[in-house]
């Protein structure tokens, strides 16, 4: 079965701190997908990046980096230097070959505060 | 706007009743794809289509849902003699790819039953 784990339900941090957003995904299939997607208080998620199972090479765009670790079944978020306007959801996904690419499984997602 | 855009934002409706959710994805896009959030839960896989081809519809929870996409646009999912626990949060998102792309997703519309 395909199954995300985001363990961290709730985090709050003072702005400007480093955080760490925690996922650990189960999957049987060697060709997979993982995705972040954020979701503020408007409703609408957003995508934020997209990994397959081939490439663990980590990734930083801006503030945002994402280290994916195979042997470990992790693909966690760091947020360095937040800001206010980071408060939101984020969500963590996984889709895989034998259960159809297009199906993908959410976690149940964190919910990051930001205070100033 | 050039996003994906689903009407109503909000809908009650009285046990029992049918409801239609409408999606209009981005133009263009090749897939289209119904999620349903419950209340500080992630987004659950309903239904997905290529085109106007339904080409999985197994997290449809019951046979009191339906999708339909019919000219590979606007995609319309009914609810019928809705219940207490069919309240969530109905998301549509659209991919330009056929595989496992980017997912751009509307606001969603928020279905109460009482």
């Known amino acids: 079965a395909q199954k995300v784990t985001q363990a961290q339900t709730e985090i709050s941090v003072v702005e400007k701190e480093d955080v760490t957003l925690d996922c650990v995904y189960e999957?049987?299939?060697?060709?997979?997908?993982l995705f972040w997607y954020k979701q503020p208080p408007s409703g609408e998620l957003v995508f934020l990046i997209r990994r397959n199972s081939f490439d663990e090479q980590n990734e930083i765009s801006g503030r945002y980096s994402w280290n994916f670790q195979k042997s470990t079944s992790s693909f966690n978020f760091t947020i360095t230097a937040s800001q206010v306007v980071d408060s939101a959801v984020y969500f963590c996904a996984l889709s895989g070959v034998r259960y159809n690419f297009n199906k993908f499984y959410f976690g149940s997602g964190t919910k990051l505060n930001v205070k100033p | 706007g050039a996003g994906v855009s689903q009407s109503p934002r909000y809908k009650v409706a009285k046990r029992g009743q049918d409801v239609a959710l409408r999606c209009d994805p981005i133009s263009g896009h090749v897939s289209l794809f119904w999620y349903q959030q419950a209340l500080g839960q992630g987004p659950e896989f309903l239904t997905y289509?290529?085109?106007?081809?339904?080409?999985?519809k197994s997290g449809l929870p019951s046979d009191r849902f339906f999708a339909e996409r019919p000219e590979g646009s606007v995609s319309t999912l009914k609810i019928q003699r809705t219940q207490q626990e069919d309240s969530a949060v109905y998301l549509c998102a659209s991919s330009l790819e056929s595989g496992p792309g980017e997912l751009f997703f509307g606001e969603g519309s928020r279905l109460t039953v009482l």
């Open positions: 289509f290529q085109n106007e081809a339904q080409l999985d």
């Open positions: 999957t049987r299939d060697t060709t997979y997908y």
